[in-house]
């Protein structure tokens, strides 16, 4: 898995800093290239009244795409390329973007309403998540008011099966590339009240659960340190509160065994994942 070629989504604020100081900090620690990027609708297309004023529309897209950049460079610097692009979807827009550029991730911020280190999906990341060609990292909101100073550890949610297991080869990679330990963690929901038989049940579970995580761990050779977990609680909220998290931790998940080869594809458990963490998440395409 490659992590060179980083493209960002970014828009004027606080939600396209978030998610410009976590694209930034990838480059960096990847020795990688960065282009920032702008998404606005396009210009008319058909005959009609508005082509009057298609002029006045043209220099009112280039303002604000001018202001937008000059915003984003203040925070990235000289050291990346800044680009607009025409799309009447800024995730699809992206989507598009990332082809043409051959980017290896895509970096958003947060979308408009969430809670302060929490990651929220707005139509952008929606979009995003369910038809990007290569992985998409989300940014918690206000990660940009005090970014870490690297990456400490990379937590990939395991699950025994054909996605978790293909996308697991990715996730040790990535960890290679950015020099930290990678962690497998699954996660057990267990319920609120439980009889005997249930508790019996759940304790199997969790046995098969470290079973298939060491043989997980044993299988990615020396370029990474690999650490497993299991995590429980009465919903995955609960559970990813149960262990400890890092300032520069990034969680990974597997796109749904659901979705289309070689595309992102958010499944159930993973945007309860993304919705309750606190550190960076990044979707994996479909490898299998």
Aim: hydrophobic share 40%.
């Amino acid at each position: 898995m490659k992590l060179e070629n980083v493209v960002a989504g970014f828009v004027e604020g606080s939600r396209g800093k978030d998610g410009l100081a976590l694209a930034v900090l990838l480059k960096e620690r990847v020795h990688g290239r960065l282009t920032v990027a702008t998404v606005q609708p396009p210009l008319w297309s058909t005959p009609g009244p508005g082509r009057a004023d298609e002029s006045a529309w043209r220099a009112y897209l280039e303002e604000q795409a001018t202001a937008t950049l000059a915003q984003a460079r203040e925070l990235a610097g000289a050291d990346a390329d800044y680009v607009t692009h025409a799309h009447r979807g800024s995730g699809r827009g992206l989507v598009v973007l990332a082809r043409k550029l051959e980017a290896d991730v895509v970096v958003i911020g947060p979308a408009p309403g969430g809670g302060k280190g929490r990651v929220t999906l707005g139509s952008t990341a929606d979009q995003l998540l369910h038809s990007s060609s290569v992985p998409v990292l989300l940014a918690p909101r206000g990660y940009g008011d005090a970014p870490p100073a690297g990456f400490d550890r990379l937590t990939y949610a395991y699950r025994r099966g054909p996605c978790c297991d293909a996308a697991l080869k990715d996730a040790a990679e990535a960890a290679a590339a950015l020099g930290v330990p990678l962690r497998l963690v699954t996660l057990l929901i267990s319920g609120r009240r439980r009889a005997k038989i249930e508790e019996e049940m759940l304790l199997r579970q969790r046995d098969q659960a470290t079973a298939d995580l060491r043989a997980a761990a044993h299988g990615q050779g020396r370029d990474v340190n690999v650490e497993i977990e299991v995590l429980e609680g009465r919903n995955v909220a609960e559970a990813l509160r149960t262990t400890s998290w890092l300032p520069g931790e990034m969680i990974i998940c597997a796109s749904s065994a659901a979705g289309p080869l070689r595309r992102v594809f958010l499944g159930d458990t993973s945007i309860k994942i993304v919705r309750a963490s606190a550190s960076p998440v990044m979707i994996l395409t479909r490898q299998h």
